[in-house]
């Protein structure tokens, strides 16, 4: 039983900040990666940034130097910083992990239930 729950997510001036969080919790053996994904209204979901534990960060071009992605080992959480936010990325932001629960299983992916961020004047 694995858990994503996000955190973070509000209403924004274009411009403005918002620091999202996710905390992965359960039964977990080993984490491969965590990430974001976006889906914003009539739109697919697309990846915003994703983390290997392995040392591998990406983002998305439209969201390169105004995005950051981090994380906490200790509490298998990952962040990511949004600035210069624009109504453009007025979404659901979605938590991705790619995890292994246990010695023996596969690993498999999981979702959040997302959080809105909401970018407006």
């Known amino acids: 039983q694995v858990q994503l729950v996000e955190s973070g997510g509000g209403l924004v001036q274009p411009g403005g900040s918002l620091r999202l969080s996710c905390a992965a919790s359960?039964?977990?053996?080993?984490?491969?990666?965590m990430g974001w994904y976006r889906q914003a209204p009539e739109k697919e979901r697309e990846l915003v940034a994703h983390?290997?534990?392995?040392?591998?960060?990406s983002y998305a071009d439209n969201v390169k130097g105004r995005f950051t992605i981090s994380r906490d080992n200790a509490k298998n959480t990952v962040y990511l910083q949004m600035n210069s936010l624009k109504p453009e990325d007025t979404a659901v932001y979605y938590c991705?992990?790619?995890?292994?629960?246990?010695?023996?299983?596969?690993?498999?992916?999981?979702w959040g239930q997302g959080t809105q961020v909401t970018v407006s004047s």
């Open positions: 991705h992990g790619f995890m292994q629960i246990n010695y023996g299983a596969a690993t498999r992916t999981y």
């Open positions: 359960g039964s977990i053996f080993r984490i491969n990666s």
């Open positions: 983390f290997t534990f392995g040392g591998t960060t």
